[in-house]
Each structure stands twice: as structure tokens, then as C-alpha cells.
């Protein structure tokens, strides 16, 4: 195995859970999440040589990722599951902890996408304002109000659900 390969090699085993978390919530289909981030590392492979600074590979695999995504809509409507069926915190809770997680999953889930995306991009890939706001081509203080306004409606839902822990 050469030094590129052993470069991307461990770039994808750095990202992959966050790439896959990511790719979920764009589609709530395993199956379709799965192909989504192997569609991603097979056209970053092909322009690997040309990342020059792998620090903003993360970003970068995020664009690729969300564009193959928008491809899908091109083709085809991906099936949609139910909320309930899905597992995206933390795995070995309690019964307690993974019955907030559902509240909390539903609760983001009903937020508008032009909220929820920023704030998923920030929760679960880690990036901060001025990075999501490269990502969806947006200016950064549109990014932060749209952050601001996603926790204000989060707080909201979460604190007219049955359970008041997250208020």
C-alpha cells in the first residue's frame, strides 16, 4: 500500500461514522446512507491528489457528500422510514436515556431543513459556523441566525414534550 493509500485510509476511518451519522439524517434510510458515503470516498478517491491541506477534508467530504445526495433526487424518491426506527445517539442507553433520545431525534426532525441542516452539520459533524457556512454557500451570519432560531425552536419542542429534562 503506497502513502496515498494509507492517507485515505485513515481519512476514512477518521470520518466515516460522522459521514454516515450525516448521511442518515439527509435520507433516514440505512441502506441508502450506506451507498451515499461509499458514492462519497469513491469520487473523493479519484480527486485525492489534489487535497492539499487534510484538514479541510471533513468539509470537503461533507460537499460530496451532500451533492451525490441531491444526485439521488435527480433519479429517484429514496424510500422514507419511521423516526422511530432510527438510532443515531448514543448506542447501550438506558431504556430512560433512548426514550429522551427520541423525543429529542423528533423534536429536530420537526424543525425546517434550512434550520436543521445547519444545525446537524454542527452537532453531528462538528463544524463551526463560518465552515457550514462554506458548505451550504451561505454568509455566515445568515449560518448563525439560522443556528440561533434552530435552538430557539428546539427549546420550544423539547419543552412542550412529555419529558421537561432538556429545558
Same mark, same amino acid.
Given at each position: 500500500m503506497n502513502n496515498q493509500e494509507q492517507r485515505f485510509e485513515a481519512l476514512v476511518r477518521a470520518l466515516s461514522a460522522d459521514l454516515y451519522r450525516y448521511a442518515y439524517w439527509l435520507c433516514h434510510n440505512r441502506s441508502v446512507a450506506e451507498d451515499l458515503v461509499q458514492e462519497t470516498y469513491m469520487r473523493a478517491w479519484r480527486?485525492?491528489?489534489?487535497?492539499?491541506?487534510e484538514k479541510s477534508a471533513k468539509a470537503?467530504?461533507?460537499?460530496?457528500?451532500r451533492r451525490e445526495h441531491a444526485r439521488l433526487y435527480e433519479k429517484y424518491r429514496p424510500e422514507m422510514v419511521n423516526i422511530e426506527d432510527t438510532h443515531l445517539f448514543a448506542e447501550g442507553a438506558t431504556p430512560e436515556q433512548q426514550a429522551e433520545q427520541r423525543i429529542l431525534q423528533k423534536a429536530i426532525a420537526q424543525l425546517d431543513l434550512e434550520f436543521r441542516e445547519p444545525l446537524l452539520l454542527q452537532?453531528?459533524?462538528?463544524f463551526?459556523? @463560518?465552515?457550514?457556512?462554506? /458548505?451550504?454557500? !451561505? @454568509?455566515?451570519?445568515?449560518? /448563525?441566525?439560522? !443556528?440561533?432560531?434552530?435552538r430557539n425552536k428546539l427549546k420550544q419542542l423539547l419543552a412542550s414534550s412529555p419529558s421537561k429534562k432538556y429545558g
Open positions: 480527486s485525492f491528489a489534489h487535497l492539499q491541506n470537503w467530504l461533507i460537499t460530496i457528500l452537532l453531528i459533524g462538528g463551526t459556523a @463560518n465552515e457550514i457556512a462554506e /458548505l451550504l454557500e !451561505l @454568509n455566515q451570519n445568515t449560518v /448563525l441566525t439560522r !443556528l440561533y432560531r434552530a
